[in-house]
């Protein structure tokens, strides 16, 4: 069954073959509606993503690169949709005011293991942070419990290969749990993941996901659809972030040419703050936002800083570099972050939704082969930092 996923996929893409496409959602349709709940908490909704993500795989069916891991492009993708039908269902909360349903959103399920518990929150935004043969032997290895021969054959490696791969894989994801207050061994991760990671889909799924993702007269959910635009667009983000772009304006058309954005580039950037011109600016755009943090930074000024931080971002910031602190500390390791940055250049400004924008900046008087993706979120008119990776 090595290669048999694309096999069947190819299958499908060549003769339209309804057993073949079926026999795919079939063997993968549990280990995309886990990925899901994990993240939604809402079975109807992770049914919903579930939906969603196999009709983008009937769309780009002879699309896939020749070597894809399947199990391990359905497991990004379901988080790429996930992420987009929570931004959907806060938008929709904001809008109609209804403070329970954010709690019901956060409810996590009864869980039997006290470090699945912990763990299963954290799990997806993890596994992104790993590079993709990292993520896909680990999806491999412990959502569909293949052999390490299986792995290493997936990706092209030996079977030693692919259990060092996995085993250092591991390690990451031990890190990162334990920079978020959860400690545990690797063998304990390994352990609990592939006991809990995949949960049984309801019951009929796979048939309702085959006769909508396979058939282009069946009525697909208006929702259902958003979910896949949403998607689509942050797949061609992803694709984006590795690819060479050149000129002023790089215009992306995703799902069939209905939705097109554009990517902001130019030989000076999009934006450029000299640090003369950094200042208290408000929040009420992405670069006023960056105005006022590098100027925050530059005075020390804690209070400004947090302020900026969406909720998960602020209590990031302060366990990893304010724990334990005084707010004279605090205010030096800010001043000194920015003391050799001479001004901030916005070289990339990608607009995801009228609330989420990514932004790729370089930090002048910083390497020239350096730079940090910025993702912000309009939070109650303002915009906020949700997350910064520094990348080269």
Same mark, same amino acid.
């Given at each position: 069954?090595?290669? +048999? +996923? ?10 339209? &073959? ?45 699309? %896939?690169?020749?070597?894809?891991? %399947? ?41 039997? =293991?006290? $470090? ?11 596994? *992104? ?6 993520? +896909?032997?680990?999806? %491999? ?44 061994? @690797? ?28 058939? #282009? ?10 979910? /896949? ?32 954005? #554009?990517?902001?580039?130019?030989? /000076? ?19 006023? @936002? ?19 931080? @969406?909720?998960?971002?602020?209590? =990031? ?11 004279? =500390?605090?205010?030096?390791?800010? /001043?000194?972050?920015? !003391? ?7 070289? #990339? !400004? ?19 082969? @350096?730079?940090?993706?910025? $993702?912000?979120? !309009?939070?109650?008119? *303002?915009? !906020?930092?949700? &997350? ?5």
């Amino acid at each position: 069954m090595l290669n +048999d +996923d694309l096999n069947l996929l190819r299958e499908f893409a060549r003769n339209n &073959s309804e057993e073949a496409f079926a026999t795919l959602v079939s063997r993968h349709v549990n280990l995309v509606y886990s990925v899901a709940l994990r993240q939604v908490r809402d079975p109807h909704l992770a049914g919903e993503i579930t939906q969603a993500v196999f009709i983008i795989l009937a769309r780009k069916a002879d699309k %896939l690169p020749q070597h894809a891991v %399947l199990a391990g492009w359905l497991c990004r993708t379901a988080r790429y949709a996930s992420a987009n039908a929570l931004t959907i269902q806060r938008r929709r909360q904001h809008r109609e005011q209804e403070a329970y349903m954010q709690s019901t959103l956060n409810e996590a399920e009864p869980m039997h =293991e006290e $470090t699945w518990n912990q763990i299963a929150p954290l799990l997806d935004g993890a596994m *992104e942070q790993l590079g993709q043969k990292d993520h +896909d032997a680990l999806v %491999l290895r412990f959502f569909e419990n293949k052999t390490f021969a299986e792995v290493g054959a997936n990706l092209g490696a030996s079977e030693d290969a692919a259990k060092m791969r996995v085993n250092r894989a591991l390690e990451k994801l031990r890190k990162f749990f334990t920079k978020r207050g959860v400690s545990s061994t @690797t063998a304990t991760i390994a352990g609990t993941i592939s006991a809990n990671s995949v949960q049984a889909a309801p019951i009929g799924l796979v048939k309702t996901i085959s006769a909508v993702a396979i058939s #282009k007269s069946a009525a697909v959910s208006t929702s259902t659809l958003t979910l /896949i635009k949403g998607a689509l667009k942050i797949m061609a983000w992803t694709k984006m972030k590795t690819a060479v772009v050149v000129g002023a304006g790089v215009l992306l058309a995703v799902a069939g040419g209905t939705e097109i954005y #554009k990517i902001q580039q130019s030989k /000076i950037g999009v934006s450029y703050f000299p640090r003369d011109s950094w200042a208290s600016s408000g929040f009420a755009t992405p670069e006023a @936002t960056i105005k006022s943090f590098m100027w925050a930074k530059s005075a020390g000024d804690i209070k400004t800083v947090l302020d900026i931080a @969406t909720p998960e971002m602020r209590q =990031e910031v302060e366990e990893q570099y304010f724990k334990n602190k005084s707010d004279q =500390e605090r205010s030096a390791i800010l /001043i000194e972050n920015v !003391k050799d940055v001479t001004g901030v250049r916005i070289q #990339k !400004k990608l607009v995801l939704s009228d609330d989420w924008v990514v932004l790729q900046i370089h930090f002048d008087g910083m390497p020239k082969n @350096t730079h940090s993706k910025v $993702t912000m979120r !309009k939070i109650d008119g *303002e915009w !906020k930092v949700s &997350s910064v990776e520094e990348q080269k």
